[in-house]
């Protein structure tokens, strides 16, 4: 069961951070660097999207309480951005056309909004509101942690990664996160509803 919970939470959190989409992104943002740069941009993004993804993990309980939105409300206004997102991968291609001309851009716009955008706080705002238990919220905290890796591995090795899937993997890849990502956000979006009318 422990196990379950944690690749389940792993394999969820890994596609809702759009890792093929956000490398895309990366490596178009990121053309002029060298190697060496290239690799201390990905280690940034990574911190960067680790810190966020824990205050949003485990803040968001005391953000729905000082709100007084109910989890199943949330649910859906989360799932339906999260779907909008998935729709915005498939159909089209990174926007990384508006680049500046600042080097910096390992937490804005990298970690956020493109790794960590709307859909990303809301499911894990849900998520950390749903974890009832400290075990539970410890299991989910490694299978985080272990998916922000995941995607950080993928920014560091970015060249390699290129060179293997290619021009044409770059954009079929994040359509395809795109899928997975639409079916978990109508799931989100089916249980707050389901939750709701039985509430009701």
Not at 24 to 49: C, H, P, R
Not at 68 to 87: E, K, N, P, Q, V
């Amino acid at each position: 069961m422990i196990v379950q919970t944690f690749i389940n939470f792993y394999l969820k959190t890994f596609f809702i951070l759009t890792p093929f989409f956000v490398l895309s992104a990366f490596i178009s943002l990121t053309k002029d660097f060298d190697d060496t740069e290239k690799k201390q941009t990905a280690v940034k993004v990574t911190v960067g999207v680790l810190i966020s993804c824990f205050i949003f993990f485990l803040f968001g309980k005391y953000i729905f309480e000082l709100f007084g939105i109910t989890l199943d409300a949330f649910r859906i206004g989360a799932g339906t951005i999260l779907f909008l997102s998935a729709i915005s991968m498939i159909s089209e291609k990174a926007d990384t056309k508006s680049q500046n001309n600042s080097r910096d851009i390992a937490i804005v716009p990298l970690a956020i909004p493109m790794t960590v955008g709307p859909g990303v706080i809301g499911m894990l705002l849900v998520t950390g509101a749903e974890a009832g238990t400290i075990s539970e919220k410890v299991i989910i905290g490694l299978a985080i942690l272990l998916a922000v890796l995941s995607v950080g591995i993928i920014l560091y090795l970015s060249s390699s990664v290129k060179r293997l899937i290619g021009a044409q993997g770059l954009i079929i890849l994040p359509k395809i996160t795109g899928l997975f990502v639409s079916a978990i956000a109508a799931q989100i979006i089916f249980t707050g509803i389901q939750n709701f009318l039985h509430l009701g």
